[in-house]
Structure formats: C-alpha cells, structure tokens
T-cell receptor, first 114, second 114 residues
C-alpha cells in the first residue's frame, strides 16, 4: 500500500468554525508532513513530525494546530482561520531523514475560508 | 539556505517528442537529494525520479531521465516519447541528507500537443 489518504477532499468553513483535516498512511513511514499550496505556487512546508514528535514548525500561525496521535495518523486542527488561509493542504509521509526521503503525497484537501 | 530555480514557467511539446525541463539549485552541502515531482490536475504530487548527490550515474525511470551536473548545480529532467498523460506541473525539489525538509522550485507547466 503506497497511499496517503486525506479527508475531506473539500472543506468550506467560516472564520469562526473549528475543523480538522486528517491524513493516514500505512507504509510504515515515521515522518509525516503538512504542506500548504496556493494556486500556481509550489508547496510550502508547515510542519514535520518525526517519530510522532514535532520536529519542524515553519513559523505557522497558532490558528493551525498539528497533532500526530500515532505513527499512521496526522491531523491538522483549524480554528479562527482567515480567507487568505484558503489553499490546498497536502499531507505527505516518508522515511525519516537519512533513509532516502522521497515523500509520498496525498491528494490534498481543498480548503475555502468564507 | 538552499534555493531551487526553475526558469521555464511553461513548456509545450508535441506528443511522442522529447522535452527537457531545467532546474538549478544552490547549496553549500555535499550530501543531498534531488527530486522531480509531477502534479497533474488531480492535485496529487507524484514522485517522478530521484537522484542522490553522491551518485555520479544519472537516474532513469522508463521514459524519464535526468542530467545531473553536480559542479554546475544543475538537475534537468528529460521526458522521452511524451504522452498526453505527462501533461502536468513539474516541480524540482531539494533535500539535505539528514533533514526531512523539501525545498521546491516554482514549477514548470508542461503541455502536450496531440
């Protein structure tokens, strides 16, 4: 199984809502990532979890809160988002650094903040 | 900090012909990885090919091959016998050995002309 599964595929939320994005992989990868991608731009790294511990936080606003409950799951909790947070959110997984770190990506969640 | 530059925002090629996408990068590291990812309209980022910097031999995957010039810090992708399914945005990406962070170029949109 070489899939990274993200749910939901589309999400529309108001600025006062709380929602969560979910990501799951069963490839035995111990590094998981959240990326944000605006239209016609490359993905921008938000967070990296390595062995279920947050290893990289790219100065992301606190209205984005990541969580890694176990080695297969990664969540991104959203609260009080702004319209400029509307984007494609991509989850990825890989072996941890030093073991051939090609990342496998999910299909993304298209988030619209209204 | 590492940077990745893709100087061709858009490219087009006739079906069955060969096309080369350019990528240059800047780093002071000696051990690193380079990748080409493809992102079709379905949004999922798909790994096309990977190159380890310590390997002198250029990587190949079926119709896809790279020209890795370490001294020149150049990493181009050649697609042979182009097919309609190759139409996508192509991102060049860099990662240091020992660090999970991927740095992406700005992408090249490839159009296949039937």
């Amino acid at each position: 199984d070489t899939e990274v599964t993200q749910t939901p595929k589309h999400l529309v939320m108001g600025m006062t809502n709380k929602k969560s994005l979910k990501c799951e992989q069963h490839m035995g990868h111990r590094a998981m990532y959240w990326y944000k991608q605006k239209a016609k731009k490359p993905p921008e790294l938000m967070f990296v979890y390595s062995y279920e511990k947050l290893s990289i936080n790219e100065s992301v606003p606190s209205r984005f809160s990541p969580e890694c409950p176990n080695s297969s799951l990664l969540n991104l909790h959203l609260h009080a988002l702004q319209p400029e947070d509307s984007a494609l959110y991509l989850c990825a997984s890989s072996h941890p650094a030093g073991r051939g770190i090609e990342a496998f990506f999910g299909q993304g969640t298209r988030l619209t903040v209204v | 900090a590492q940077t990745v530059t893709q100087s061709q925002p858009e490219m087009s090629v006739q079906e069955a012909e060969t096309v080369t996408l350019s990528c240059t990068y800047d780093t002071s590291e000696s051990d690193y990885y380079l990748f080409w990812y493809k992102q079709p309209p379905s949004r999922q980022m798909i790994l096309v090919i990977r190159q380890e910097a310590y390997k002198q031999q250029n990587a190949t995957e079926n119709r896809f091959s790279v020209n890795f010039q370490k001294a020149a810090k150049s990493f181009s992708l050649k697609i042979s016998d182009s097919q309609l399914g190759d139409a996508a945005m192509y991102f060049c990406a860099y990662a240091n050995f020992g660090n999970e962070k991927l740095t992406f170029g700005t992408g090249t949109r490839l159009t296949i002309i039937p």
